[in-house]
């Protein structure tokens, strides 16, 4: 068992009201370094054009980070050297400062073009953080989206830095590992919703970490920091002062929070009281009531089967069943970590039939649930290899 002499806590907020899906008017549209990549040409001028710069610069307002962005109009030399290249370029950083970016930092250039290349619009950026980011995007499997505000919500990928104040959300079915600046891992599951707040590392080894909990589960290997240091997981009607180094933290629909402890010891507290809660037990607050005594999580499901082998079907999985479980967590896998290609299942029996993952290699593993929802330990990992 690791232990680390400092505190997290957790801190139980209300629960925010999700945005609507955001369109693709661009076909898609992606940063990477320092370009910004659409999924279709994008012509010089029109109606199309107009909707994706708009869209653009929502996507713009939503990476603070980002200082400048420039539009390039890549014209035949013909229409480039009369004028009409820059023109295009210019009538495009209207439509973007017309959306909100201010219009000292875009800037309008009318390079020259191949030969036979198609008239089209270009977009790159630079990226200035005004203070340095706290967390990295080490792994996404799914939907994941974050941005200033829930309005302005954009997808990001594997690299994506994020920053103080910023929100990121996992769709269904979806997740994100984050890797915080301060060496700590987290662990963002499935339809939710987490606001990032500082994370700071002192020289003497203090660490200063503070995440909002709006919706749904963090998982988290919380690295060692020296003494009086804070890790802060805050969601609603509770504070939890975590002693150690795994946990997880769920923000129920209703109000209920609930603490995990793996490793270590948790200080939960609500309504002016608290109780410890030592690696393998768990606690819940309802709103406005104190923590409930702590109780033990259930062991590790010991798996059957598959344990290897090449099958040319997705096969059954099959566990062997935990007392008290009232259902079962499957998360089958791409990587061992458990950080790519993930899809969860819900089995009501030791045994799931999963619904067909594709060729190649899959990592599964089994967690029991309680009937208070109450996730218990891992199970060990194995694999199967689907081959068509």
Request: aromatic share 4%.
């Amino acid at each position: 068992m690791r232990t680390a002499p400092w505190m997290m806590a957790v801190l139980l907020l209300g629960a925010p009201t999700l945005a609507a899906e955001p369109e693709a008017p661009c076909g898609g549209l992606r940063f990477e370094s320092g370009r910004l990549l659409f999924g279709r040409p994008l012509a010089p001028q029109g109606a199309q054009t107009d909707a994706c710069l708009q869209h653009v610069a929502e996507a713009l307002q939503a990476r603070p980070a980002i200082r400048s962005v420039t539009v390039a109009a890549k014209l035949p030399d013909a229409d480039r050297l009369d004028g009409r290249g820059l023109a295009a370029a210019k009538r495009a950083a209207d439509v973007l400062v017309a959306a909100g970016i201010p219009r000292t930092r875009v800037s309008a250039v009318a390079p020259p073009s191949m030969q036979g290349e198609p008239a089209q619009l270009q977009l790159a950026y630079v990226e200035r953080p005004a203070q340095p980011a706290v967390a990295r995007v080490r792994a996404a499997s799914g939907e994941v989206e974050a941005g200033a505000t829930e309005a302005q919500l954009q997808p990001r990928t594997v690299g994506d830095s994020l920053y103080p104040g910023e929100l990121l959300r996992t769709g269904a079915d979806a997740q994100a590992e984050l890797a915080l600046a301060d060496g700590s891992v987290v662990r963002v599951v499935a339809d939710s919703l987490v606001k990032l707040g500082a994370v700071e590392l002192t020289a003497n080894l203090q660490r200063k970490v503070q995440l909002d909990l709006l919706r749904g589960t963090l998982e988290t290997d919380a690295a060692a920091g020296g003494a009086g240091s804070i890790f802060e997981v805050r969601t609603r009607g509770a504070v939890a002062g975590v002693r150690g180094t795994r946990f997880r933290v769920a923000s129920q629909d209703d109000g209920t929070s609930r603490l995990e402890t793996l490793e270590g010891k948790v200080a939960l507290s609500a309504a002016q009281a608290e109780v410890e809660v030592a690696g393998g037990q768990g606690s819940r607050a309802k709103p406005g009531m104190p923590p409930e005594p702590p109780r033990a999580l259930l062991t590790a499901p010991a798996l059957v089967g598959p344990r290897g082998g090449a099958f040319p079907a997705a096969p059954k999985l099959s566990w062997r069943a935990v007392d008290g479980a009232a259902t079962y967590r499957v998360e089958l896998a791409r990587t061992a970590d458990f950080a790519a290609g993930v899809q969860t299942y819900g089995s009501p029996s030791a045994e799931l039939a999963v619904p067909g993952p594709g060729e190649g290699k899959w990592f599964w593993r089994v967690m029991a649930v309680d009937p208070d929802g109450f996730v218990g330990f891992p199970s060990k990992i194995y694999t199967f290899d689907v081959q068509r």
